[in-house]
């Protein structure tokens, strides 16, 4: 596609709920980067894709996060059991190569209630 | 601990005359710098970068200066105009470590453009 998308744009879950937030990035590129954004905060780094290898995930904040690319486009990044710390907008990036320039998605802004 | 610090939350300038946002960082091995621009609802979008081996960096009414012995950079926008209102994110790469595509971002100035 044109750029990157983003699904849903808004999710409300309730405390304890699973979440499946949903990446396309733009077609042929390799690299892909999920942050998290908290209200009034800069992005923050959460995990880093080269195509279907998950090469950095350090920015990962507890094992109930989990990201994956099977097929090195879709990403779907996971959250179990939400928490309300988790309440946050998620962004997903694209990127011809880890040094090229990087397209940020519209984000998906999660609330945990 | 900040490695990319925004120390102004918001700034206000008139249209047509000069907008300076600041940004300061810490980790001595950052190679490279990028501006993004944020409109509520939206994504960060690019606006400008430059390298660790160069000073200044221009693209029409934006130009980033880095001053290295410093750890500093600075946007200058001239002139500005009332669509530049937005929220503009400092951000930094690391050059080892983890990603080397990673970026780290500051919290962000909110710029106002008033006509």
């Known amino acids: 596609g044109a750029g990157v998308s983003q699904s849903p744009r808004y999710k409300v879950a309730k405390r304890g709920q699973d979440v499946a937030l949903r990446c396309d990035p733009i077609?042929?590129?390799?690299?892909l980067f999920w942050y998290q954004q908290a209200l009034g905060q800069g992005p923050e780094f959460l995990t880093y894709?080269?195509?279907?290898?998950?090469?950095?995930k350090s920015g990962l904040p507890s094992d109930r996060f989990f990201a994956e690319r099977p097929e090195g486009s879709v990403s779907t990044l996971k959250i179990q059991r939400t928490q309300q710390e988790d309440s946050a907008v998620y962004l997903c990036?694209?990127?011809f190569g880890a040094g090229a320039g990087y397209t940020f998605g519209s984000g998906t802004r999660l609330t945990v209630v | 601990d900040q490695q990319v610090k925004q120390n102004s939350p918001s700034l206000s300038v008139q249209e047509g005359r000069i907008s300076i946002l600041n940004c300061d960082y810490t980790?001595?091995?950052?190679?490279?710098f990028l501006w993004y621009k944020k409109y509520p609802a939206e994504g960060p979008t690019f606006l400008i970068s430059?390298?660790?081996?160069?000073d200044k960096n221009e693209d029409g009414r934006f130009t980033v200066f880095l001053n290295k012995s410093a750890k500093h950079l600075s946007l200058h926008i001239v002139p500005s105009q009332p669509g530049d209102s937005a929220v503009y994110f400092c951000?930094?790469?690391?050059?080892?470590?983890?990603?080397?595509?990673?970026?780290?971002f500051g919290k962000g100035t909110k710029l106002s453009v008033k006509p």
């Open positions: 990036a694209s990127s």
């Open positions: 430059i390298s660790s081996i160069k």
């Open positions: 980790n001595s091995m950052f190679d490279y």
């Open positions: 894709f080269q195509n279907e290898a998950q090469l950095d």
């Open positions: 077609s042929g590129h390799v690299s």
């Open positions: 951000a930094a790469r690391r050059i080892y470590g983890g990603s080397q595509g990673n970026l780290i």
